[in-house]
């Protein structure tokens, strides 16, 4: 049987059963003691956060992404390993990041990715697409939607390979690689434990924890002990604080982003691929080597994009010049 | 926070839809101790009290649960799902309870007592009451947590910790036994 599809006894039992508890509400002095006891909790202390990532939001929901790929091999411990070798065969995920800044405001940022798609939405409307042949963005402040034409001579290896120098090299604030290897060289076998395997939310899991005593820095990491895929990476210091929830689960469908484009957006074409063909110059006329002079400013069709949204396209684009150069 | 009588209601309106997804929709998500207690304190205590007979039992069984919430709120927050979570706890505690204090045994309807007496209640309702508490653990959890809680059956499951299938299974299990024994008191009612 279907378990999707109600049973047709379903109403008959919902009134059969619907009087079997005491009441419908807990009892108010019950209630009471509860509130008591909530509001007379003392909470683990949490350290405050900084808006260190803030800087580039979508930049870093995406290197985060490409960073479970890439995750430190800072412990030599079997299951921490396996871990790393887990994520690796990752194409298929989705991850909600969080980040709580010093005033308690919290931003939350949504990836989602299959086999041939990369979808990051922000909470402010701010929305990055990275297929198999294009890039696509949508400004909301401008209300323009993006698109990027890589080309469909380029294969999909090479195409990931480019996001990923082009993402890293256009988020300069946060050296992933540098992060990475800093994790490494912090936190060591003597400050890596790894618990049993537990149950926790009915799915059974074992924690990996990476503690730096000295700087008061950690990362904790909830593993999936079925999959060895990590569910939930926090990584705390004492002025900063992320959390990502992750699920690799559930089958990932990323929408085409014009199904969601408001009324009115306006849209911008880039055939990148067209580019290239017509030299390398014209490629680096339009992206990167052609500012304008207004800072990081990029002039397309005349009219200037904003500069940080525009950054990681910028360096993409000359990742992918310098790999069609190869061939 | 979607009520048990407005869920009901739903359901008695549109008898077509499952309204489950409708309690999942809403994403209910506390973020403070005392946002847990608003949100969930009565979904669990009416999953708790539909099986404990003793009221006071079915009280301490609740304050276990949040509890163990607040202690833990650094993990509950983040859970994925925070009803499923409490629920998953009070299961567990709802069975040490049964265990420690009270013999289930399964008998006919026949033989078995109404030993809670409330002229509140229909007597049909009662006699589901004492059939429901007389299935097996699993049983009697996967009814509540499904017809009283109002969960789908993928969300039972991940309660109860068992597959989607083994679940249904479970429920169809359930509903038979459930049949079986009030048949002879309401031949020509609910259960058909």
Known sequence: MNPNIPHPDDQAFIDLLKETPTSQEAPEDLKRKLRVMATGAKLRTRSRWAPRLAVVTVSCVVLLAVSMLIWPTSASAKSFQKVIDATNLIKNFSLTLIEETTHGKINTIEVKGSDDCIDVQGDQGLRLQIGKESLKFYEPQSNTLTSVKLGESMGTDMIGQAIQEGVLKGVKQVDIKKMLAEFRDQYGDKSTTISDIESEDGVRVYHIDLQDLNSKSSVSMTIDAETDLPILIRVEEPDSKITIRLNFRDQVQVEPIEKSMPKGVKREEVDVSKMIEQGMASAGKAFGNSSNGHGNGIRLNGKELDPKTMNEIREMANTLRKQMKKH | ?192
């Open chain 2, 1 to 192: 926070m979607i009520g048990q009588n407005q869920l009901l209601k739903s359901r008695v309106e549109h008898p077509s839809k499952d309204m489950t997804p409708v309690i999942e929709s809403t994403g209910l998500r506390a973020r403070n101790p005392e946002e847990l207690v608003e949100l969930f304190s009565d979904d669990i205590w009416r999953f708790v009290s539909s099986q404990v007979p003793r009221r006071e039992d079915a009280e301490d069984i609740v304050m276990e649960v949040f509890s163990v919430a607040i202690d833990k709120f650094h993990k509950v927050r983040y859970a994925d799902n925070q009803r499923h979570w409490l629920l998953a706890i009070a299961r567990n505690k709802t069975i040490d309870c049964l265990r420690r204090h009270y013999r289930r045994v399964e008998r006919s309807l026949e033989n078995c007592d109404v030993v809670t007496v409330n002229e509140e209640l229909t007597e049909r309702h009662e006699a589901a009451r004492v059939a429901l508490r007389a299935l097996p653990f699993e049983q009697g959890q996967a009814m509540v947590l499904k017809y009283v809680n109002g969960l789908s059956t993928e969300e039972v499951a991940r309660v109860i910790n068992k597959s989607a299938s083994a679940t249904n299974s479970l429920l169809q299990r359930a509903r038979v036994a459930l049949r079986t024994a009030l048949s002879p008191v309401f031949p020509q009612e609910v259960i058909k």
